[in-house]
């Protein structure tokens, strides 16, 4: 009989938060900047220099729904690698900022919590660029220092989708919370992958190893797949799992050793000599918990119970905070719940899909949208000229009651000459008119068609259909 077996995984999640300066200087954040553009002498290292506590990541930081520490203070974390340009990295390993919290996931096998074991806060390291041209290795420090807190769950999932759930709610939490947009292609969310795995029904953990690179949801499921089956293949073969480092690369599928995985006194933590604790008080807490947003699960519940949406509209349109709040706002607009719903599922989703955006881009204002859809409701143009112009608001946020106006788009409302030209294109088609009558009903979808490409687009189906079949 065949061992079963079990797959034990933690994950340490790495976020760089949304501020606008470094976590200890006054150097921008911003993503994309030419290499080594955005730094001082603080975060490249340079001899002398002294860090300064941005505040702004521990209010972020407190925005969890962990214990929190009240006295916060900061270790050295000392290992030499070149993207490191102090030799050291400002940490919490002592006093993290948030201890023994917890998320709630679902995934097919049902609900769980999955437990965090602790976030702290730290400095990010710089970046490596290989370059294959010159067979060397350049590093970019514009990275160096931007604060960072690094989320270490418990062992606490079983697979893939369970790991996927986790960060999906991780990822969702703190876009809500607009502490970070949590772009792994961008490197703003990483996360680290513990697996071990052990026969089914036994209490010791197995030997784990930690997987790095990985930078798309995809990649995280396909890593812990190969990882998990390259495991059981030492194990069955009578070999030992080694504790170390390995490198995921998606490409081959195939993970690589990288180091032998560092145990806490490798680094010879100790205090941070440059910054004094920071205390945080009660009230403080107090205000930041009154602060905090309305997050994805209570929103997806409001949807369905105030605007009565679908659980199926709901689960979509929160699925991003850009997508939720254009969602509100058209709709306070409008009042049309379900009229918004669907121009935001259908259509905008359609082009976000062809243009292969994020919904974080979306740049078309709910009062343009809430216009459109007043326009289509109004009967002043037809819904197939409605999505030709949402496609120009979509890309260009034009006032689509100027837009409809200057291009002649309104629907023909004189039913004179509608009739007119719909007698004119009976009389042409007298095979369409004797397969209607002789019980052919599609038959006069052609003669529709025609009519609509005669007024150029311009008219209502609904009248044209109800004319055609007075004269037929």
């Not at 506590?53 to 900061?74: D, M, P, S, Y």
């Not at 955006?357 to 007043?374: G, R, T, Y």
């Amino acid at each position: 009989m065949m061992k079963q077996y079990e797959t034990v995984i933690g994950l340490e999640v790495h976020v760089e938060l949304a501020t606008k300066t470094k976590i200890f200087c006054s150097c921008s954040t911003a993503f994309g900047g030419a290499p080594n553009t955005h730094t001082c002498p603080v975060c490249t290292g340079m001899p002398g220099s002294l860090p300064v506590l941005n505040k702004q990541v521990v209010e972020v930081g407190l925005a969890t729904n962990c214990e929190i520490t009240r006295k916060n203070i900061f270790d050295r974390k000392n290992y030499f690698y070149p993207d490191n340009p102090q030799n050291y990295q400002i940490s919490q390993l002592y006093y993290p900022i948030c201890r023994n919290g917890g998320v709630e996931i679902e995934t097919s096998a049902g609900k769980k919590v999955i437990g965090i074991h602790e976030i702290h806060m730290e400095e990010d390291a710089g970046k490596l660029i290989h370059d294959d041209w010159e067979d060397c290795s350049l590093v970019d420090f514009n990275r160096s220092g931007v604060p960072l807190i690094e989320i270490v769950s418990e062992p606490d999932m079983r697979s893939a989708e369970e790991v996927i759930a986790y960060l999906d709610k991780l990822r969702m939490i703190i876009q809500y919370l607009g502490a970070s947009d949590c772009k792994l292609q961008e490197g703003s969310m990483r996360a680290d992958v513990n697996l071990s795995v052990r026969e089914a029904g036994a209490e010791k953990f197995g030997i784990r190893t930690e997987m790095k690179n990985l930078n798309s949801f995809k990649a995280i499921a396909r890593a812990i797949e190969g990882e998990r089956e390259r495991q059981i293949d030492l194990i069955e073969s009578g070999k030992e799992v080694i504790q170390e480092t390995r490198r995921w690369d998606d490409n081959k599928e195939y993970s690589y050793a990288m180091r032998s995985k560092e145990d806490a006194q490798d680094y010879r933590y100790f205090p941070e000599p440059d910054l004094v604790p920071v205390v945080i008080d009660d009230a403080w807490i107090e205000r930041v918990k009154a602060a905090q947003p309305e997050f994805r699960d209570a929103k997806k519940a409001r949807y369905v119970a105030e605007f009565e949406l679908p659980e199926y509209d709901a689960d979509i349109l929160t699925s991003s905070k850009k997508l939720a709040d254009i969602f509100e706002e058209t709709t306070a607009i409008c009042k049309k719940p379900k009229k918004v719903s669907n121009w935001l599922m259908v259509e905008t989703m359609r082009l976000m899909k062809e243009k292969e955006m994020e919904a974080d881009e979306l740049s078309f204002s709910p009062e343009n949208l809430a216009k459109l859809i007043e326009l289509a409701d109004s009967g002043a143009i037809n819904s197939s000229v409605a999505k030709e112009v949402f496609e120009v608001i979509f890309s260009e946020n034009v006032d689509p009651d100027q837009y409809v106006e200057e291009k002649g788009l309104k629907t023909v409302q004189d039913e004179g000459a509608l009739r007119k030209t719909i007698e004119e294109i009976v009389a042409a088609n007298p095979q369409s008119v004797a397969d209607y009558r002789s019980g052919k009903e599609k038959a006069i979808g052609f003669l529709v068609g025609q009519t609509m490409k005669a007024m150029k687009g311009k008219a209502d189906p609904g009248m044209i259909n109800r004319i055609l079949k007075e004269l037929l």
